[in-house]
């Protein structure tokens, strides 16, 4: 028999107690504290190893490989996420806000995916009937798609092991429960406890198995921490339910780079992708307006152009207001700091805010100098050169740093048809005399010289 441990964790940070407080004594947070029930196996002793060759360790060049197998799914924006495809065997974790996207991509994978596969799509939030609602909206016909509305895992393995599918997909894990356990479903111990199930199912038979995941109100992964540990590879949507785009991150990936983003945009349809992300956060743009610049950052290996949009004005509090979005606030207080202290620029009596266009977050080091200039032409109400892009991260000292794949920057920006571009000086020396550019160059040092080489007149 099997004893259980009653145990309460924080779902904000993951931390332990042996009994309820408000506060986390961890991290701090209030109520985040809920109960976990532990199964702890009864010991046995004088346990006899009939197999000792089992555990025996071997060596790693006697290990046999094969060519590594992918299922495309039909989306190429999904499929440079997860590194190239579905990895056989692998369990992937997709999570997001609510009304994001997660279901709808699911079916549109198995709209596009290859119709051979045979997929197990099991639901525990909605009816057979609503499923059907949903893939006609969606205009999914695939004769191969076999949906199972239940939320008992032990059933639903058993229905993996008869059917034998490709592909499963597990919509949500929050619905699932294990009857051998006296919690609710959603709790931290019957989410842990079917993942790792539903993640042994998936390495025994070698199947893909997709696992649909809620968020908390933090907006982390709702659950234990642990599982993400358990999965092969965490996904996670991102984006304004209030704009079309959608942006699609790998939180971790053991089959190929956690760097790459997908782009999509939600239409009455479902989710599109969108293959030039530049171009489309750049339509729209406004002309002529004080406060607007364009920054080229790194995501993955795709470099991806975004408008910045700053707004300093006279504040009315004795306090002046810092906001961002999609861009960390700390990053911008350096960064008006060094303003003020090194290129003197005083922002000490203004309201700022910042804004990434598009819902797009950015916090690579190379967008610094585009919020400088953006915050400097809105002070000075001084219009930036609209066909120009600035590229480039801010140091202590008001120095321009160099930023790594320039290179491939400079050709995304030259590509959209813009015709200068700022980059640290450092930079600049290595690639003036690249004749392949099409573009004009200006190598900066500190904040002043990239600010006057970007304002009109």
């Known amino acids: ?52 060759a089992a555990f025996e360790p071997l060596k790693m060049n006697l290990i046999e490989t094969c060519e590594e197998e992918r299922y495309k799914t039909g989306l190429r924006e999904l499929d440079r996420v997860l590194g190239g495809g ?32 045979k997929i197990l799509y ?14 006609l909206r969606l205009c999914v016909d695939n004769d191969n798609l076999f949906v199972v509305t239940k939320s008992d895992i032990e059933s639903i393995i058993e229905t993996i092991k008869m059917q034998k599918p490709d592909l499963v997909m597990i919509d949500s894990i929050q619905t ?26 998936a390495k025994i038979l070698d199947i893909p198995v997709i696992i649909v995941s809620h968020v908390n109100k933090g907006g982390a992964i709702a659950g234990p921490k642990v599982l993400e540990h358990i999965v092969d590879a965490v996904l996670y949507f991102e984006g304004d339910r209030q704009l079309p785009y959608r942006i699609l991150r790998a939180i971790k990936n ?44 790194m995501e993955g290996t795709r470099p991806i152009l975004s408008e910045v949009q700053a707004l300093a004005t006279t504040t009315g509090f004795g306090t002046p207001r810092r906001m961002c979005a999609g861009f960390d606030h700390n990053r911008l207080s350096l960064i008006v700091a060094v303003l003020e202290k090194r290129a003197g620029f005083f922002f000490s009596s203004s309201d700022i805010y910042i804004n990434i266009v598009g819902g797009l977050r950015l916090y690579e080091p190379a967008v610094d100098l585009a919020i400088a200039v953006s915050l400097i032409s809105s002070i000075k109400d001084t ?3 609209p066909d120009c892009v600035v590229i480039g991260e801010i140091g202590l000292a008001g120095e321009i740093r160099s930023v790594p794949n320039v ?22 020396k290595k690639i003036k005399n690249n004749d392949n550019l099409s573009i004009k160059l200006i190598g900066v040092e500190n904040i002043r010289e990239a600010f006057l080489a970007v304002c009109q007149g």
Do not use: H
């Not at 004893?3 to 961890?26: D, H, I, M, Q, R």
């Not at 491939?408 to 930079?427: D, H, M, T, W």
């Open 383 to 385: 219009v930036i050169e």
């Open 1 to 52: 028999m099997a004893k259980s441990k009653v145990t309460f964790v924080c779902e904000n940070c993951g931390a332990v107690s042996l009994k309820w407080y408000g506060k986390c004594p961890s991290c701090g947070e209030w109520n985040t504290l809920v109960e976990n029930e532990e199964i702890e196996p009864v010991k046995q002793r004088n346990k006899l190893i009939t197999n000792k």
């Open 254 to 297: 053991r089959y190929g780079s956690t760097n790459e983003i997908g782009v999509f945009e939600m239409e009455d349809k479902g989710l599109s992708e969108v293959a030039n992300p530049s171009m489309a956060l750049l339509s729209g743009r406004p002309l002529n307006v004080a406060g607007t610049c364009v920054a080229c950052a």
């Open 176 to 201: 699932m429960s294990l009857e051998s356990l006296s919690s609710s479903p959603g709790s931290i111990t019957q989410v842990r406890e079917c993942t790792s199930a539903l993640m042994r199912t």
């Open 122 to 135: 099991v639901s525990g939030e909605e009816s057979k009937r609503q499923l059907k609602l949903r893939a």
């Open 86 to 117: 579905l990895v056989k065997g692998s369990v992937v974790l997709l999570g997001g806000d609510p009304g994001i996207g997660k279901s709808t991509i699911l079916l549109q994978v198995c709209k596009l995916i290859e119709q051979k596969l």
């Open 407 to 428: 290179l491939s920057r400079i050709s995304e920006a030259a590509r959209l048809g813009f015709k200068k571009c700022v980059i640290p000086y450092q930079n600049f």
